[in-house]
């Protein structure tokens, strides 16, 4: 069964994605089944979307009543749980005189966002012309939010993208002063960077970027598609003392989000922090027929109201820890990047490897994820040798504990068979 939907895949799908891993058909919790009745322990989440795993309750419960309701009215008109989940969202991260865009996706914000910036220069007469990005950032796919992702085999197939955007080192405070001037229109970074692996910055490097952003008037545009909506511990990661450095949050003016948030639902959104910057965009300047309709909205309520009341947050610092700590002693572990529940692990080629053996021809963590499959595991790579772990955040110390009984024979496996 499996296999026949994997070949009708393949005639019937523009080639976007390579071949998938397999063909899912059920989820329950932190578990899926594939078409094969095969179950997998989901450590990926659907790239840190499900943040109640799997047919949650709550969520299931919020969409029924809400399709049986309102479905689509599009944004001529607007709906209880859209302004709700706006009041909701400015509320939680204390974006006093804030305001909320809803869209459909994480690079859907990015691009409002991406304007948003172009608005601030546009009220400075239009000066301030560059925007400036961190070197292994990960925005999205679109056209606006590709030009401020770094990774070079995105962006060159699609070049030229929108102008005036700067890449410098990530975690330079030194290099990003340098190119810190008036023309400055935004400043935007992943708080931790996901795609990257998960990768954070030097202490006190989000707060100088703060400091430099209000000494030249640019915009401080944090991307928490995938930090946010308690995926490390707090609401947001700009509230995290362990990515800020201080117990004090490092304020934006605007943040994006979207993963986390619906719980599966597809949703985005666009949070600007202040009077003045909440209302740089004025009617008709930016749109979308389906973000914010009432069936993702309400979804995404539901989604922040079962974090609340079932102390989610919580658990994602417990079972984080737990997680953190016992990868870290695991053999072939070298390193292990963790906030919260989000979590980049550095696989140790050099100590795994016996004398003359090789590596697996795609890298070690790739084929790591191949054979974790086969075992009943859902992982990700973020490039040859680190894993990204984003579970859903309900899962337990229990559930976890297989992978970390299974991980040191997975790798084994996966080097002896390249071998």
């Not at 609401?235 to 619906?262: C, H, R, Y």
């Not at 790739?366 to 992982?379: D, H």
Request: aromatic share 8%; charged share 20%.
């Amino acid at each position: 069964m499996t296999q026949n939907l994997l070949d009708r895949y393949q005639r019937a799908m523009t080639n976007m994605f390579g071949t998938p891993a397999t063909a899912l058909v059920k989820g329950e919790g932190v578990y899926v089944w594939d078409a094969d009745g095969n179950r997998y322990t989901d450590f990926l989440a659907g790239i840190a979307v499900n943040a109640l795993g799997h047919a949650h309750p709550a969520v299931v419960e919020a969409l029924t009543q809400q399709a049986r309701t309102l479905g689509h009215i599009s944004n001529l008109f607007t709906s209880l749980p859209q302004v709700e989940l706006a009041e909701r969202l400015t509320a939680l991260a204390g974006a006093k005189d804030g305001t909320c865009f809803f869209a459909n996706s994480g690079t859907e914000a990015n691009e409002a966002a991406f304007k948003l910036a172009r608005r601030h220069s546009y009220a400075a007469g239009g000066t301030r012309t560059k925007i400036i990005a961190l070197e292994n950032a990960f925005h999205g796919r679109t056209m606006g939010a590709l030009a401020l992702t770094w990774k070079p085999q995105y962006r060159e197939p699609f070049e030229p993208l929108p102008g005036g955007v700067v890449f410098v080192p990530a975690g330079d405070i030194a290099a990003l002063e340098a190119e810190m001037d008036d023309t400055v229109a935004a400043v935007i970074i992943e708080p931790v960077q996901g795609e990257a692996g998960v990768r954070d910055f030097p202490v006190d490097y989000l707060r100088r970027v703060r400091q430099a952003c209000d000494e030249h008037g640019a915009l401080l545009i944090f991307d928490e598609i995938q930090s946010g909506i308690g995926r490390t511990g707090t609401w947001f990661g700009f509230q995290n003392p362990d990515i800020t450095g201080s117990q004090e949050p490092v304020v934006p003016d605007a943040m994006t989000l979207a993963k986390g948030l619906g719980g599966g639902m597809p949703i985005g959104a666009l949070v600007t922090f202040g009077k003045e910057v909440s209302e740089l965009f004025t009617a008709g300047q930016h749109g979308t027929t389906f973000g914010g309709n009432p069936l993702a909205t309400a979804t995404a309520l539901a989604v922040l109201q079962t974090l609340e009341d079932d102390k989610i947050l919580d658990n994602v610092r417990t079972v984080g820890t737990y997680l953190a700590d016992r990868l870290r002693t695991l053999p072939g572990v070298k390193t292990v990047r963790a906030y919260g529940l989000w979590q980049g692990v550095e696989l140790d080629t050099g100590a795994i490897l016996e004398q003359d053996q090789k590596l697996p021809e795609a890298g070690l963590a790739p084929a790591v994820v191949s054979k974790a499959l086969e075992y009943g595991y859902i992982l990700n790579a973020t490039d040859a040798t680190t894993l990204r772990l984003a579970p859903p955040l309900i899962i337990t110390t229990e559930q976890v504990d297989p992978l970390l009984t299974d991980l040191p024979n997975i790798i084994a496996e996966t080097i002896a068979e390249a071998n």
